[in-house]
């Protein structure tokens, strides 16, 4: 009984390894933004307005159309492509004010917390996500 136990929890352990490493690969694989490689520091005593909930930044520059930053909260930030996923140019850039993005071509509208998913179309796929991690007063974007 305990041996079926132990291998029945091995089992499930590697059913779940491959269940998420399959989910997170989709989020790069399945990315519609063309790659551009990003490995950027921003010092956030600089950039105070990011220690407010809420707020959001522009980067233009690096990524395909510039870099989205929001701040979820002091020290958790996801960052984005600002490049709108509905027809994939750099000059058709989301616009962000707070939480909303908004696409300077067709209008489409995304929510910046909780994955760049659209809330108005035409747009159906979410933002490009970037990786963030938070070093010694450092927010670090890479991809
Ligand atoms: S290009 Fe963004 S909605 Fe049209």
Same mark, same amino acid.
């Given at each position: 009984?305990?041996?079926?136990?132990?291998?029945?929890?091995? *089992?499930?352990?590697?059913?779940?390894?491959?269940?998420?490493?399959?989910?997170?690969?989709?989020?790069?694989? &399945?990315? *519609? *933004?063309?790659?551009? #490689?990003?490995?950027? +520091?921003? &010092?956030?005593?600089?950039?105070?307005?990011?220690?407010? #909930?809420? &707020?959001?930044?522009?980067?233009?520059? !690096?990524?395909? /159309?510039?870099? *989205?930053?929001?701040?979820?909260? #002091?020290?958790?930030?996801? /960052?984005?492509? /600002?490049?709108?996923?509905?027809?994939?140019? #750099?000059? =058709?850039?989301?616009?962000?004010?707070?939480?909303?993005?908004?696409?300077? =071509?067709?209008?489409?509208?995304?929510?910046?917390?909780?994955?760049?998913?659209?809330?108005?179309? !035409? /747009?159906?796929? !979410?933002?490009?996500?970037?990786?963030?991690?938070?070093?010694?007063? +450092?927010?670090?974007?890479?991809?």
């Amino acid at each position: 009984m305990r041996f079926q136990a132990e291998n029945g929890g091995k *089992i499930l352990g590697l059913l779940l390894f491959f269940l998420l490493s399959s989910v997170s690969c989709d989020k790069e694989q &399945n990315s *519609i *933004i063309p790659y551009v #490689p990003v490995s950027i +520091s921003l &010092n956030l005593n600089i950039y105070n307005e990011l220690s407010v #909930p809420g &707020n959001s930044i522009f980067l233009p520059g !690096p990524g395909f /159309a510039g870099i *989205i930053v929001y701040c979820e909260m #002091p020290g958790s930030y996801t /960052a984005y492509d /600002a490049a709108c996923t509905y027809e994939i140019s #750099p000059t =058709c850039r989301v616009v962000n004010d707070g939480v909303q993005g908004t696409c300077s =071509c067709c209008g489409s509208q995304f929510i910046l917390m909780g994955g760049g998913y659209p809330t108005k179309g !035409p /747009a159906a796929k !979410p933002l490009q996500q970037y990786h963030t991690s938070v070093v010694n007063g +450092s927010l670090r974007i890479y991809n």
